[in-house]
């Protein structure tokens, strides 16, 4: 299995910058796969950015060239730098992790999807 702890969020204004991680425990090595998505009541879940195992990345179109995700996998973190905050981009962002490695080991957990609890980022105005 795979354990998230997210860590870095906090109150910014403005035009401020956040830097989120996200260290991932257990099997890490059968994750394929990881992202930040953000939620705010009554709203769904979406995806922020994520990156793969071989580097490439997506992005939500609103935070395209204000955000950029990273992964080190020396420690197994993930990362969110989040600069010129909107307003917009205040919400609870969670960690993903998604399991997608064929290695005969990952087997069992091919195909899931973990997360962690979330971090708070508030965005003043």
């Known amino acids: 299995q795979v354990q998230l702890v997210e860590s870095g969020g906090g109150l910014v204004q403005a035009g401020g910058s956040l830097r989120l991680s996200c260290a991932a425990s257990?099997?890490?090595?059968?994750?394929?796969?990881m992202g930040w998505y953000r939620q705010t009541p009554g709203k769904e879940r979406e995806l922020v950015a994520a990156?793969?195992?071989?580097?490439?990345?997506n992005y939500r179109d609103s935070v395209k060239g204000r955000f950029t995700i990273s992964s080190d996998i020396s420690t197994n973190t993930l990362y969110l730098q989040m600069n010129s905050l909107k307003p917009e981009d205040a919400a609870v962002y969670y960690c993903?992790?998604?399991?997608?490695?064929?290695?005969?080991?990952?087997?069992?957990?091919?195909?899931?999807?973990?997360w962690g609890k979330g971090t708070l980022v508030t965005v003043s105005s």
């Open positions: 993903n992790a998604h399991t997608g490695s064929t290695w005969s080991e990952c087997r069992v957990y091919y195909g899931v999807d973990y």
């Open positions: 257990g099997d890490t090595i059968c994750i394929s796969a």
């Open positions: 990156i793969t195992n071989g580097g490439n990345t």
